[in-house]
């Protein structure tokens, strides 16, 4: 997450490089900004769109089996069903990169073992309420659950641009690069 120390671009947390963002889970759970979410379905698939970051997490509805456990993803694996009203979508297969509980600044979990239900139901025309269970026993020593109504917004999604015009990566090594120097009484060559 943001706020990693820097001593090199590989120190630099997931939401600074612009590969995950702090509010699309797992669970999805809303941040500072940008906290819209879409969500469409298709004859076999539902699609869950999180606005930072613009990550899409294409969910099975056709009862295929799930990848190996040994393919692990950022967003993790899921497949989804109906049960009445209700949108369950069940995930597997994270990697242990990927924290559960997100902050600006911190992040807590996930292990690779991290088991999450998700419960999609529209309480009303303008409501849609999303609750979860998240069960990682390596980093939690009971399950947690939460929900989270989410109202319907008239605004478009935008893009979350986190890459173009992202200056921050550089600036921030150049930074730590500058502090190690004033640490050490050097300058870099071609400096007075």
Known sequence: MIGS??????????????????SSGPPILPSAYNNNLQVFQTP??????????????????????????????WLGDSR?????????????NYTDKTGSFNTLTTS???????HLI???RRVDADTLLYEFTVDDPKTFSQTVTGSVPMKVSEGPLYEYACHEGNYAGEGMLLGARATERAAQGTTPSGSR
């Open 118 to 120: 998700e419960r999609f």
């Open 44 to 73: 076999n698939h539902v699609v869950i769109l999180t606005e930072v970051i613009h990550e899409a997490r294409v969910v099975p509805l056709d009862g295929r089996p799930r990848l190996s456990p040994n393919v692990e993803q």
């Open 108 to 114: 807590w979990g996930s292990s690779e073992d991290l």
């Open 80 to 92: 989804g069903r109906w049960e009445g009203d209700t949108l369950v979508v069940e995930t597997t």
């Open 5 to 22: 120390p820097l001593h090199g671009p590989e120190d630099l947390g997931l939401s600074e490089r612009c590969l995950l963002g702090f």
